[in-house]
């Protein structure tokens, strides 16, 4: 018969696994996160500049083509991420 203390430890080995996992798990994505931040930063960059050469060249009607601005992704307010742009 298994002892209460061995029980514990045994479930306690577990927990300390799946916590190590998580933890894995979590800094992949927010490393995907922050990726994809960065590249939605530099697109939005990208707009609002051929936006301003377009209308700078006497095409106001084809800058605005470029007005549109996808839903931001979901993210959790107050929590600074390197290379966010907001």
Do not use: C, F, H, N
């Amino acid at each position: 018969m298994p002892s209460v203390k061995g029980l514990i430890e045994e479930r306690e080995l577990v927990a300390r696994e799946r916590v190590e996992s998580l933890r894995d798990e979590v800094d992949r994505l927010v490393a995907a996160l922050w990726e994809v931040e960065a590249t939605q930063g530099r697109l939005v960059i990208a707009k609002e500049t051929v936006s301003q050469v377009l209308s700078e060249s006497g095409r106001p009607a084809v800058a605005g083509l470029l007005s549109y601005r996808p839903p931001s992704l979901p993210g959790r307010p107050g929590r600074s991420r390197p290379g966010a742009v907001r």
